[in-house]
Structures are given as C-alpha cells and as structure tokens.
C-alpha cells in the first residue's frame, strides 16, 4: 500500500538551532498536513497544505508542499525544549486515501 | 469539557476480557474516527463514522466492534483481543468531507496480558 516516507526518523538537537524534516510519497497527494504529538497526547495539527508550492507559516513553524506534489517539508526555526515530541506528516492522494508517516522524534538539548 | 475526550486514558485487559473504549467530542463535529498507533509504524485508521453510519472498515478484525449512537459519540467494544492488539487507541473527528482537519483526542494506552 501507500508509504509516506518520513525523515529523519530522530533528531537530537541544541535549544535554538533550526530544524528541517520530510515526507515523500510514491504518488501524488492533494493535501499535506503536519502534526505534533506530545507524551501521552494525541496528534495536534500544525498546519495544512492544500496546493501545490504552497509555503505556510505558524509561529516558528514553516511547512512547504512541494511542486511534485509527492513530498512536503516542515521547517522549525530557533528551536525551544517544548518542540520536544514526534512530528507526523499526513496526506490525502488522488484517490482521496487518507496516510500517516511514521514519524520524526525530536529532542532539544537546552 | 472541550475537543475530544477519551476515556479510560489506560486500560490493561486479558485475553478473555471485555471492555469498552469511549469517546466524545464537543466540537459540533459529524465525523468520528477510531485509530491504532504502534510503536515505530504509522497511525493505522481502523474506523470511519459520518452522521453515524459506519463508511469505512479497514479490514479490521471482529474482536474490535465500534458503535456510534450519535454524532458526539463514539465507543469501540473489545472481546478475546490479543498481546499484539496492546497499542494506543486515538479517536478523532472533524466534519464530514473534511478528513484533513481531524482533531484527536489523547488516546487509550491498551495492555493485553
């Protein structure tokens, strides 16, 4: 079936660096969405992508959905300890199939 | 109460148990949806209600038996489930032909022993 490919799995990084992961598809999706999921919490969105080169903004978060329209980035910037959680993209295809990627693990060292 | 609620938030059950899982949202939504996460493997959606009919059954196994009673409502009743059905349990919801914008609820961590 439909695999979302995220990257990097886990990332360890200083309190304000800027992070950057990633999700690519094997076909064609018409939405992208990004979701934050803390400890013991369910997934919050983050912000949605409904059209090809669109560039989204929410506080430090900046999310692309690319030209292909078979991948999508979030960008953090000037990262902070509560960024710690796992990072979800998801997306809906052609076929109006809903899937989840597998997740980035973020830690932030202060 | 605001958004999505689930309760138990943490349920441990043997194999010959019977429980339920509850769910409610509070956000005017009709669309309700009952998902599995495992470790280290995408979110697995399970069940799809919109204005309490059942449209989706992702080839899910009998032992899980959702219920809808109405829009605000959800329950997945569980019977003779397995070690490897020990999962965290997400409901979510949004408007129905908006499955983009799902909101969650913070889930119910299963133990099966």
Same mark, same amino acid.
């Given at each position: 079936g439909q695999q979302l490919n995220q990257s990097p799995q886990s990332m360890f990084i200083q309190e304000g660096e800027d992070v950057s992961m990633n999700c690519t598809s094997s076909s064609i999706f018409n939405t992208w969405l990004w979701y934050k999921q803390d400890p013991g919490e369910g997934p919050v969105l983050l912000i949605a992508l409904y059209k090809a080169g669109e560039l989204t903004s929410n506080g430090r978060l900046t999310a692309q959905f690319g030209i292909t329209r078979k991948d999508s980035f979030l960008n953090i910037s000037a990262s902070i300890p509560s960024d710690v959680g796992i990072y979800f993209c998801a997306g809906r295809n052609t076929g109006n199939q809903f899937y989840f990627g597998t997740g980035t693990s973020l830690t932030v060292i202060p | 109460e605001t958004g999505v609620t689930q309760t138990p938030r943490h349920l441990v059950m043997g194999m010959t148990n019977k429980k339920s899982l509850k769910c409610e949202q509070h956000l005017g939504h009709n669309a309700m949806y009952w998902y599995k996460q495992s470790a280290k493997k995408p979110l697995e959606l399970m069940f799809v209600y919109n204005f309490k009919e059942?449209?989706?059954?992702? #080839?899910?196994? #009998?032992r899980f038996s959702p219920e809808c009673p109405n829009s605000s409502h959800l329950f997945l009743h569980l019977h003779t489930l397995q070690p490897e059905d020990s999962a965290l349990y997400l409901c979510a919801s949004s408007q129905a032909g908006t499955v983009n914008e799902q909101f969650f609820g913070p889930g119910t961590r299963l133990t099966v022993l």
């Open positions: - | 059942q449209t989706e059954n992702n #080839s899910v196994p #009998s």
